[in-house]
């Protein structure tokens, strides 16, 4: 015999971002609670809506799975003694598990005999443990909390009703005042109170009152109401996914409609107009069939069709009122120019313990340059760069950003257009805060990216400096995604630069215009920048499941360049199974371990003449051909080691490296050191596994 369990949790009106996250977790606290206790169910359905959280389990069993299991008591010397009398040790044991010792049983485990006994623990009926679920529900976490009251239990909005069914019975229990029972709440002006009779009815018995508890349903239905509404109007709608989502989390009973606004709006820029509508007023937004936007939107009611006129109308009039004052930000700001705005930003705090944000454009056009040169950037491109570096952080200062802070960056590509700025120049301003997420759209000009780069580069070095490291999972100024940002730029560039050179380039701004850094000073932090940018390609490269141990290995060297990181790690992985991989590596850890061991002065050379066989002088003469050899990629790399596997061997078979003379001994690890230093370029191999 099986049952269906239902358990609803009304509240007041939930956040939308967190009702999906909430229904997932209460569905997954039931179901670890419903194993502990050994009551299999076949499946659980999960349904919410803003108003309520709750899970139908289906085929639940109708009792606890029986327990028949040894349990495992003291040794038999201590169990009985030399004439075969139970000790105290055997009587509180077998008593503790509710027998005798005339229960117990000896058997051998390690050379040693234990005392058992078998324990059977009969199932108890599911409707004696399922009041244990509230258990389910305290212990759930969300991202704000609340108390409300004088209690002191937290949850994310106050608890108004609780449904507990075993099919038709009513589970008792309690959270707080609120006691479980079979009544829950209709629409909240549509709908009145409904009895559930029996766990089956739900969520059907709810839809009569304006409820659709099924989340994926509601969804369906506004997505469908949408199609229809596009077709009959011969729209472009456009349907943002997170949108959806959360305009779907806002209502019990989905009607879609549409509004309006004056033509007059579309001079606007489009992302003014989209942002306005989209973020600010959860309005889907409407496209002709050639791309183009339109004076219209899309909106979705919490309510049927009922005087669905005074809702479009009122929603008309305060996305009116917003984008008129819109229009006024885009026109006042015209007014002013360039260099009107970056002046203010003079005046504007960047961090006050690091310093403006006009100084910060001062250290960026710096850093952007010296990146530029080492990169080999064309003259039109540094121009370009220069321009862009000067001006990037205008728009934070105009009336727009002021209002729509989303559209910075944005508003900066077009005004620096309409005041008559290069394109590439405006590009770039709009690209330099790309990834604005962790897997964000990257910066597609050089332009643009090398700014992005310089510009996270140094704010990860100014907060460093400053002390404002992040620990844990306290990162206020999200330096962990600029980080990972800087990486995913740099490889989706094709770039070669490493940790420690973008640590140098800070570095030697801050040696050359000491003005710039008063506040801070980034001399000090090298290992911990170098370190933290380094950890985000450790990320990305678990993302993409990499085993740890080539992980460490690659990324071991902040020296190597971001995307040698990523190719070594892939050469490693496709080399992992060959018949030499084995022998190449060894070979090659056998050269960096001794080298780690090296401590030589700065100015020793290489001295042939302290070499006392062959196998010296050959090594020296491959590490002089490699040196001399410019390797294109990695898997190049990888083929010169595995080709010295046979030249290292024979030197460790005729060679003492650790010799008694010191000038012979220093020369062997130098001349290792050289090779290694080579092979250091594909990472530290040993903290590879290949046992």
Do not use: C
Request: proline letters at 3%; hydrophobic letters at 45%; aromatic letters at 8%.
């Amino acid at each position: 015999m099986t049952h269906t369990f239902l358990l609803e949790i009304g509240l007041e009106e939930i956040p939308a971002h967190v009702v999906t996250p909430s229904a997932q977790q209460l569905t997954e606290r039931v179901s670890s609670f419903l194993k502990e206790q050994r009551l299999s169910f076949e499946r659980i359905e999960t349904f919410s809506t803003p108003r309520r959280l709750a899970v139908k389990v289906l085929n639940l069993a109708d009792q606890q799975a029986d327990i028949e299991e040894e349990a495992k008591g003291p040794a038999r010397k201590i169990a009985q003694d030399a004439e075969g009398n139970w000790s105290k040790a055997a009587i509180g044991f077998s008593r503790g598990q509710g027998m005798t010792p005339d229960d117990i049983f000896f058997k051998e485990l390690k050379g040693v005999e234990y005392a058992y006994v078998n324990k059977f623990i009969a199932g108890k009926k599911a409707i004696e443990i399922l009041s244990g679920v509230k258990t389910a529900v305290t212990a759930m976490v969300f991202p704000t909390m609340m108390r409300w009251g004088s209690n002191d239990f937290k949850f994310v909005r106050p608890l108004k009703w609780i449904i507990a069914l075993l099919d038709n019975e009513v589970i008792p229990f309690s959270i707080l005042d609120v006691k479980s029972g079979n009544v829950t709440k209709g629409h909240r002006f549509l709908g009145k109170d409904v009895t559930i009779q029996d766990a089956d009815e739900y969520p059907k018995a709810l839809v009569s009152e304006y409820v659709i508890a099924d989340s994926q349903e509601r969804k369906n239905l506004i997505v469908q109401q949408i199609k229809d509404l596009a077709a009959k109007n011969d729209w472009k709608i456009i349907v943002d996914d997170d949108l959806l989502e959360e305009v779907n989390n806002l209502v019990e009973y989905p009607t879609v409609f549409a509004g309006s606004f004056d033509r007059k709006y579309l001079e606007i820029p489009d992302e003014v107009l989209i942002t306005s509508m989209k973020d600010h007023q959860r309005f889907f937004y409407v496209q002709d069939e050639n791309g183009k936007l339109l004076p219209n939107f899309v909106s979705v009611r919490n309510g049927v069709k009922d005087n669905i006129d005074t809702v479009i109308a009122g929603n008309e009039k305060v996305l009116t009122a917003r984008l008129e004052d819109a229009a006024f930000f885009f026109h006042e700001d015209q007014k002013n120019s360039i260099a009107d705005y970056v002046e203010r930003l003079k005046k504007v705090m960047f961090h006050d313990k690091i310093g403006t944000t006009f100084e910060k454009m001062e250290r960026v056009q710096l850093l952007s340059a010296i990146l530029a040169d080492y990169l080999d950037f064309d003259e039109e491109s540094k121009a370009n760069l220069k321009r862009a570096a000067q001006i990037y952080k205008f728009d934070l200062v105009t009336g727009m950003v002021g209002e729509f802070s989303e559209l910075q960056g944005v508003m900066g590509e077009k005004y620096a257009l309409i005041m008559g700025e290069k394109p590439e120049v405006a590009t770039a301003i709009k690209e330099h805060y790309m990834p604005i997420s962790a897997e964000g759209e990257l910066p597609q000009t050089t332009v643009g990216a090398l700014l992005a780069v310089a510009d996270k580069l140094d704010s990860i070095a100014a907060f460093f400096a400053a002390g404002m490291i992040p620990t844990g999972s306290n990162d206020p100024y999200a330096l962990r995604r600029q980080a990972a940002g800087i990486a995913r730029i740099v490889m989706n560039q094709n770039w070669s630069l490493s940790a420690v050179q973008l640590f140098n380039v800070v570095e030697k701004n801050a040696v050359a215009n000491p003005e710039l850094y008063q506040k801070i000073s980034p001399a000090d932090t090298e290992t911990e920048v170098t370190t933290f940018i380094v950890e985000r390609i450790k990320k990305m490269l678990e993302a993409q499941h990499y085993n740890f141990d080539v992980i460490e290995t690659v990324t071991a060297k902040t020296t190597n360049g971001f995307k040698e990181m990523l190719e070594a790690a892939k050469v490693l992985k496709a080399h992992s199974t060959d018949k030499d991989f084995k022998d190449t590596v060894e070979a090659t850890t056998r050269v960096l371990r001794l080298a780690k061991k090296a401590d030589l002065a700065a100015d020793v050379q290489l001295n042939p003449e302290l070499f006392e066989n062959d196998a010296e002088k050959v090594l020296a003469d491959r590490v002089a051909e490699i040196e001399e050899k410019n390797f294109n990629n990695v898997e190049e790399i990888f083929q010169a080691l595995r080709g010295m596997r046979v030249v290292i061997n024979n030197y460790f078979d005729e060679t003492m490296v650790m010799a008694k003379d010191a000038d012979i001994r220093n020369n062997r690890l130098y001349q290792l050191s050289l090779y290694a230093s080579f092979a250091y370029k594909l990472g530290d191999l040993t903290k590879l596994n290949v046992k």
